[in-house]
């Protein structure tokens, strides 16, 4: 897969300087979470939904429904398509998104860890529950960062939402979404959740209303939830990217997604230099 060139690195670290400044870095690295407006241009939020149809139209073998039957909306889930689906190549390898995640993680290097589709369909009441997205994962480091970026407006009630500086830790136990189950780590090994929907108050809870071209980027540990959704359609595509001092971190269980065979060309705490995660962006030699 061919990586961007020099000259669409520069277009989007340009960009991406106009987007955010020290403000941003000082809240993503205080917070673990910070929303950008205006990430994506109309024609890059049209190539966003292009690539979500094409995607719904013929769901992968890993893609997840995450709401029970009795649900009067959908939710649905798919990741690593982005080798099939020309529009999620073009939306990931010359947006600004990686050049801003580069920025916020402090990295010198960027490479795409996975792209996740998330769509709630109207009158879904399936909540994505409380989580942190990292414990659920095959890789180690703390330079990395996720982009959430819904291709239709999404109110304050339906958004994605965040507890400010979670992702200082610790690791908390990742469960299955509907059925509670310790799946990945064994039953005891890390914490639990704390009930935070008990007691909102007690917790620094940050969220943003969003239109379409807005994004939220955030840490892989910092933990998250969202409701449901009203009457609108809420599609979202959001891509996880890795930083400098990322590793692989082959586990005993499937991870989610899975990446079958890695553990054959990357050992144990090897760099995440693999095709599978091609290199997205650079930090310029001169940066002023």
């Known amino acids: 897969m061919t990586e961007p060139t020099a000259e669409t690195i520069r277009r989007a670290t340009d960009r991406a300087r106009s987007l955010i400044g020290s403000a941003e870095i000082d809240a993503y690295r205080r917070d673990g979470a910070v929303c950008v407006r205006g990430l994506f241009t109309p024609a890059e939020v049209a190539t966003g939904i292009a690539g979500i149809t094409e995607n719904m139209a013929a769901p992968s073998e890993r893609a ?68 942190q997205d990292q414990p659920y994962y095959n890789v180690e480091g703390f330079q990395n960062c996720s982009v959430w970026a819904p291709m239709d407006p999404v109110s304050r009630p339906a958004t994605l939402e965040f507890v400010a500086g979670t992702h200082r830790g610790p690791w908390l136990m990742p469960r299955s979404f509907m059925s509670n189950e310790a799946k990945w780590f064994p039953e005891g090994s890390l914490e639990d959740l704390p009930d935070i929907e008990a007691d909102r108050g007690a917790y620094n809870i940050l969220g943003w209303e969003l239109q379409p071209g807005d994004a939220v980027f955030f840490h892989m540990l910092t933990l998250h939830a969202a409701a449901g959704v009203g009457n609108g359609r809420r599609r979202v595509l959001s891509i996880r990217f890795l930083g400098d001092d990322m590793r692989h971190a082959p586990r005993q269980w499937q991870t989610s997604p899975a990446f079958p065979g890695l553990e054959n060309d990357l050992p144990e705490g090897a760099p995440m230099d693999h095709p599978l995660f091609p290199l997205l962006w650079e930090k310029p030699a001169v940066f002023a």
């Open 64 to 131: 997840k429904v995450a709401s029970r039957p009795e649900d009067p909306g959908y939710f649905i889930e798919d990741f690593c398509n982005w080798q099939g689906n020309a529009h999620y190549r073009e939306l990931i390898f010359n947006s600004a998104a990686a050049a801003i995640a580069g920025m916020l993680m402090e990295s010198n290097r960027v490479r795409l860890y996975h792209e996740h589709l998330l769509v709630k369909e109207p009158n879904t009441r399936q909540r994505t529950p409380w989580h």
